[in-house]
Structures are given as C-alpha cells and as structure tokens.
C-alpha cells in the first residue's frame, strides 16, 4: 500500500521560506518521478514540481525561480523548498507519484500571511 507522508508545513509572512517533506512507501521509490500539487480553498488541485528519479526537474510558471524540488532517494523521500513565498502559494501541499496518482496523503498545510 503506498502512503505519503508531508510535512513541513506553517504560518509564514510574504517573503519567507518554508521547505517541506514527503514520505514515501509502498513503492519503488527511485524508479517513480514525483510530483508536489497543492490545493487551495475552493480550487482544484493544481501541479506544482515534478522530478524524475534521476533529478530532472520541471514547475509550474507560478513557481518557476522559487521553489526547488528534491529528493533522497536513500531516505525514500521528496523535498520542496519554497522561497519568496507569495500569499497566493497560500494551500494544502501534496505529493505523489506524477506519472499515476496514487491515494493522496493528508498534506501539509502553507499559509502565507501578506
């Protein structure tokens, strides 16, 4: 059964850093690109960064040049860093395997406060 795990999340004023972190089991993690989304009230949930096994990486235009996403393969493990943060990056933070979703963990909430 594959479980996603994120963490990382908080209250942050316009400007700041957060850097989250997803668990990952259930599946051969270094062999699956992942991906982050988040969801904000009211919205769909919308992709924010894929990275492939290897460490090629891609975002979304709202994020390009302030978020990074990486990943420990060792840790089964993906990570976001987020910077600048804007109050519309303001949503609950998910991961999960890009190329097939799975079940969607809890998420992680990011409230940026302008």
């Known amino acids: 059964q594959v479980q996603f795990v994120e963490s990382g999340g908080g209250l942050v004023q316009a400007g700041g850093s957060l850097r989250l972190s997803c668990a990952v089991s259930?599946?051969?993690?270094?062999?699956?690109?992942m991906g982050w989304y988040r969801q904000a009230p009211g919205s769909q949930r919308d992709w924010v960064a894929r990275i492939s096994g290897g460490g090629n990486s891609n975002y979304a235009d709202s994020v390009k040049g302030r978020f990074t996403i990486s990943r420990d393969n060792a840790k089964n493990t993906v990570y976001l860093q987020m910077n600048t943060l804007k109050p519309e990056d303001t949503a609950v933070y998910y991961c999960?395997?890009?190329?097939?979703?799975?079940?969607w963990g809890q998420g992680t909430q990011v409230t940026v406060s302008s």
């Open positions: 259930g599946i051969s993690f270094s062999l699956n690109t």
């Open positions: 999960n395997v890009y190329y097939n979703n799975r079940s």
